[in-house]
Protein backbone atom coordinates (compact mmCIF):
# COMPACT_ATOMS: atom_id res chain seq x y z
CA UNK A 1 0.00 0.00 0.00
CA UNK A 2 1.40 3.03 -1.24
CA UNK A 3 2.37 5.49 2.16
CA UNK A 4 3.98 8.10 3.28
CA UNK A 5 6.16 7.64 7.03
CA UNK A 6 8.25 9.51 9.43
CA UNK A 7 10.51 7.92 12.10
CA UNK A 8 10.47 8.35 15.23
CA UNK A 9 7.40 9.46 15.63
CA UNK A 10 8.66 10.79 19.26
CA UNK A 11 12.14 12.18 20.41
CA UNK A 12 13.50 13.60 23.58
CA UNK A 13 17.17 14.59 23.28
CA UNK A 14 19.53 17.14 25.20
CA UNK A 15 20.98 20.40 23.49
CA UNK A 16 23.39 20.03 20.96
CA UNK A 17 23.30 16.85 20.00
CA UNK A 18 23.17 15.94 16.25
CA UNK A 19 19.70 14.38 15.18
CA UNK A 20 18.18 13.51 11.69
CA UNK A 21 14.46 12.79 10.69
CA UNK A 22 13.55 10.48 8.58
CA UNK A 23 11.09 11.20 6.16
CA UNK A 24 10.00 7.81 3.00
CA UNK A 25 7.06 7.87 0.53
CA UNK A 26 6.05 4.68 -1.37
CA UNK A 27 3.96 6.54 -3.94
CA UNK A 28 6.65 7.49 -6.29
CA UNK A 29 5.81 11.23 -6.17
CA UNK A 30 8.68 13.96 -6.78
CA UNK A 31 7.64 16.38 -4.49
CA UNK A 32 8.41 16.45 -1.13
CA UNK A 33 7.86 18.81 2.17
CA UNK A 34 8.84 19.45 5.76
CA UNK A 35 6.39 21.18 7.90
CA UNK A 36 6.91 22.82 11.05
CA UNK A 37 3.88 22.28 13.54
CA UNK A 38 3.29 24.35 16.90
CA UNK A 39 0.12 24.07 18.69
CA UNK A 40 -2.65 26.52 17.30
CA UNK A 41 -0.73 27.99 15.00
CA UNK A 42 -0.49 26.98 11.23
CA UNK A 43 1.87 24.78 9.45
CA UNK A 44 4.96 26.53 8.31
CA UNK A 45 6.80 24.95 5.56
CA UNK A 46 10.89 25.14 5.69
CA UNK A 47 12.11 22.81 3.09
CA UNK A 48 10.67 21.22 -0.02
CA UNK A 49 12.14 19.59 -2.83
CA UNK A 50 11.14 18.51 -6.39
CA UNK A 51 13.25 15.63 -6.77
CA UNK A 52 16.10 14.11 -6.60
CA UNK A 53 19.16 16.67 -5.77
CA UNK A 54 16.73 19.42 -5.18
CA UNK A 55 16.27 21.20 -1.96
CA UNK A 56 14.78 24.70 -1.37
CA UNK A 57 14.29 26.68 1.72
CA UNK A 58 10.79 27.30 2.81
CA UNK A 59 8.67 30.32 3.92
CA UNK A 60 10.26 30.00 7.93
CA UNK A 61 13.64 30.02 8.37
CA UNK A 62 14.86 27.18 9.68
CA UNK A 63 18.47 25.73 10.95
CA UNK A 64 17.80 22.45 10.11
CA UNK A 65 19.12 21.15 6.55
CA UNK A 66 17.51 18.39 4.00
CA UNK A 67 19.06 16.62 1.51
CA UNK A 68 17.53 14.13 -1.83
CA UNK A 69 19.45 11.47 -2.81
CA UNK A 70 16.94 8.72 -3.66
CA UNK A 71 13.51 9.77 -4.82
CA UNK A 72 11.87 8.21 -1.80
CA UNK A 73 13.74 9.18 0.71
CA UNK A 74 13.88 13.15 2.29
CA UNK A 75 16.07 13.25 5.43
CA UNK A 76 16.00 16.53 7.78
CA UNK A 77 19.29 16.89 10.26
CA UNK A 78 19.72 19.40 13.00
CA UNK A 79 23.21 19.66 13.65
CA UNK A 80 23.09 21.15 16.98
CA UNK A 81 19.42 20.67 18.50
CA UNK A 82 18.16 23.25 21.17
CA UNK A 83 15.16 23.61 23.19
CA UNK A 84 13.83 26.15 20.26
CA UNK A 85 13.69 23.51 17.88
CA UNK A 86 10.80 21.21 19.99
CA UNK A 87 7.96 21.17 17.86
CA UNK A 88 6.15 18.59 15.86
CA UNK A 89 7.54 18.08 12.34
CA UNK A 90 5.50 16.58 9.34
CA UNK A 91 6.82 15.38 6.05
CA UNK A 92 4.36 15.77 3.17
CA UNK A 93 4.55 14.32 -0.51
CA UNK A 94 2.31 15.19 -3.77
CA UNK A 95 3.00 14.68 -7.57
CA UNK A 96 5.22 16.92 -9.51
CA UNK A 97 2.00 19.66 -11.37
CA UNK A 98 2.57 21.48 -14.22
CA UNK A 99 2.05 25.39 -13.84
CA UNK A 100 -1.47 25.86 -12.60
CA UNK A 101 -2.35 22.75 -11.65
CA UNK A 102 -3.29 21.57 -7.78
CA UNK A 103 -0.87 20.58 -5.33
CA UNK A 104 -2.34 17.81 -3.15
CA UNK A 105 -0.03 16.39 -0.47
CA UNK A 106 -0.16 13.73 1.09
CA UNK A 107 1.26 13.81 5.13
CA UNK A 108 3.20 11.45 7.37
CA UNK A 109 2.07 11.07 10.99
CA UNK A 110 4.70 13.25 12.05
CA UNK A 111 7.56 13.23 14.39
CA UNK A 112 7.33 15.30 17.99
CA UNK A 113 10.80 16.61 18.85
CA UNK A 114 11.45 17.54 22.37
CA UNK A 115 14.87 19.56 22.71
CA UNK A 116 15.83 19.76 27.11
CA UNK B 1 -2.84 32.40 -1.84
CA UNK B 2 -1.32 34.97 0.63
CA UNK B 3 -3.57 34.35 4.18
CA UNK B 4 -6.04 31.50 5.16
CA UNK B 5 -7.81 32.20 8.53
CA UNK B 6 -10.13 30.01 10.18
CA UNK B 7 -11.81 32.30 12.68
CA UNK B 8 -12.83 30.07 15.26
CA UNK B 9 -10.02 28.19 17.45
CA UNK B 10 -12.52 26.08 19.06
CA UNK B 11 -15.90 24.63 18.26
CA UNK B 12 -17.47 22.51 21.25
CA UNK B 13 -20.59 20.50 19.73
CA UNK B 14 -22.98 17.71 20.93
CA UNK B 15 -22.93 14.73 18.99
CA UNK B 16 -25.30 14.29 16.42
CA UNK B 17 -25.72 17.93 16.38
CA UNK B 18 -24.50 19.99 13.00
CA UNK B 19 -21.31 21.75 12.82
CA UNK B 20 -20.19 24.63 10.39
CA UNK B 21 -16.45 25.25 10.50
CA UNK B 22 -15.05 28.65 8.78
CA UNK B 23 -12.96 29.51 6.82
CA UNK B 24 -11.80 32.78 4.59
CA UNK B 25 -9.01 33.15 2.42
CA UNK B 26 -7.16 36.04 0.40
CA UNK B 27 -6.07 36.07 -2.59
CA UNK B 28 -5.35 38.29 -6.20
CA UNK B 29 -5.55 34.90 -8.32
CA UNK B 30 -8.11 32.06 -8.36
CA UNK B 31 -6.99 29.37 -5.86
CA UNK B 32 -7.17 25.78 -5.36
CA UNK B 33 -8.92 24.51 -1.66
CA UNK B 34 -8.34 21.76 0.86
CA UNK B 35 -9.85 20.91 4.00
CA UNK B 36 -7.56 18.63 6.07
CA UNK B 37 -8.28 16.72 9.61
CA UNK B 38 -5.05 15.79 12.27
CA UNK B 39 -6.50 12.76 14.72
CA UNK B 40 -4.20 12.83 17.69
CA UNK B 41 -0.87 11.80 17.34
CA UNK B 42 -1.50 11.65 13.58
CA UNK B 43 -0.77 13.37 10.12
CA UNK B 44 -2.91 15.75 7.79
CA UNK B 45 -5.62 13.53 6.37
CA UNK B 46 -7.67 15.24 2.73
CA UNK B 47 -11.09 15.65 3.80
CA UNK B 48 -12.10 17.16 0.24
CA UNK B 49 -10.79 19.97 -1.88
CA UNK B 50 -12.28 22.40 -4.78
CA UNK B 51 -10.15 22.95 -7.69
CA UNK B 52 -13.09 24.24 -10.36
CA UNK B 53 -16.51 23.10 -11.60
CA UNK B 54 -19.55 22.89 -8.95
CA UNK B 55 -19.19 25.39 -5.91
CA UNK B 56 -20.36 22.00 -3.07
CA UNK B 57 -17.69 19.72 -2.38
CA UNK B 58 -18.47 16.54 -1.03
CA UNK B 59 -15.63 14.53 0.94
CA UNK B 60 -14.93 11.62 3.23
CA UNK B 61 -16.89 10.92 6.36
CA UNK B 62 -20.00 13.12 5.61
CA UNK B 63 -18.20 16.26 5.45
CA UNK B 64 -19.03 18.64 2.79
CA UNK B 65 -17.77 22.48 2.11
CA UNK B 66 -19.60 25.54 -0.27
CA UNK B 67 -16.59 27.86 -2.03
CA UNK B 68 -18.14 31.12 -2.48
CA UNK B 69 -16.09 33.18 -4.45
CA UNK B 70 -17.89 36.67 -3.51
CA UNK B 71 -17.23 36.28 -0.18
CA UNK B 72 -13.76 34.58 -0.37
CA UNK B 73 -15.16 31.53 2.04
CA UNK B 74 -14.46 27.74 2.05
CA UNK B 75 -16.47 26.65 5.31
CA UNK B 76 -17.04 22.98 6.14
CA UNK B 77 -20.02 21.39 7.49
CA UNK B 78 -21.25 18.52 8.22
CA UNK B 79 -25.30 18.19 9.37
CA UNK B 80 -24.69 15.28 12.37
CA UNK B 81 -21.13 14.97 13.75
CA UNK B 82 -20.19 11.93 16.00
CA UNK B 83 -17.60 11.72 18.53
CA UNK B 84 -14.92 10.31 16.13
CA UNK B 85 -14.96 13.53 13.94
CA UNK B 86 -13.24 14.88 17.17
CA UNK B 87 -10.34 16.41 15.53
CA UNK B 88 -7.90 19.39 14.58
CA UNK B 89 -9.05 20.91 11.42
CA UNK B 90 -7.43 22.60 8.90
CA UNK B 91 -8.43 24.69 5.58
CA UNK B 92 -5.76 25.36 2.87
CA UNK B 93 -5.50 27.41 -0.21
CA UNK B 94 -2.83 27.17 -3.11
CA UNK B 95 -3.08 30.16 -5.47
CA UNK B 96 -3.29 28.87 -9.24
CA UNK B 97 0.38 30.36 -10.05
CA UNK B 98 1.99 29.24 -7.41
CA UNK B 99 2.89 25.62 -6.00
CA UNK B 100 2.39 26.71 -2.40
CA UNK B 101 0.06 25.79 0.04
CA UNK B 102 -1.33 28.21 2.62
CA UNK B 103 -2.52 27.15 6.28
CA UNK B 104 -4.78 28.40 8.34
CA UNK B 105 -4.31 28.11 11.84
CA UNK B 106 -6.97 25.36 12.21
CA UNK B 107 -9.99 24.70 14.47
CA UNK B 108 -10.26 21.85 16.89
CA UNK B 109 -13.81 20.45 16.58
CA UNK B 110 -14.96 18.92 20.24
CA UNK B 111 -17.59 17.06 19.72
CA UNK B 112 -19.50 15.70 23.21
CA UNK B 113 -22.08 12.89 24.20
Known amino acids: EADIYQTPRYLVIGTGKKITLECSQT?????MYWYQQDPGMELHLIHY???????EKGDLSSESTVSRIRTEHFPLTLESARPSHTSQYLC???????????????FGPGTRLTVL | AQSVTQLDSQVPVFEEAPVELRCNYS??????LFWYVQYPNQGLQLLLK??????LVKGINGFEAEFNKSQTSFHLRKPSVHISDTAEYFC???????????FGTGTRLQVFP
Open chain 1, 92 to 106: ASSEYQTSGGADEQF
Open chain 1, 27 to 31: MGHDK
Open chain 1, 49 to 55: SYGVNST
Open chain 2, 27 to 32: SSVSVY
Open chain 2, 50 to 55: YLSGST
Open chain 2, 92 to 102: AAQSINTDKLI
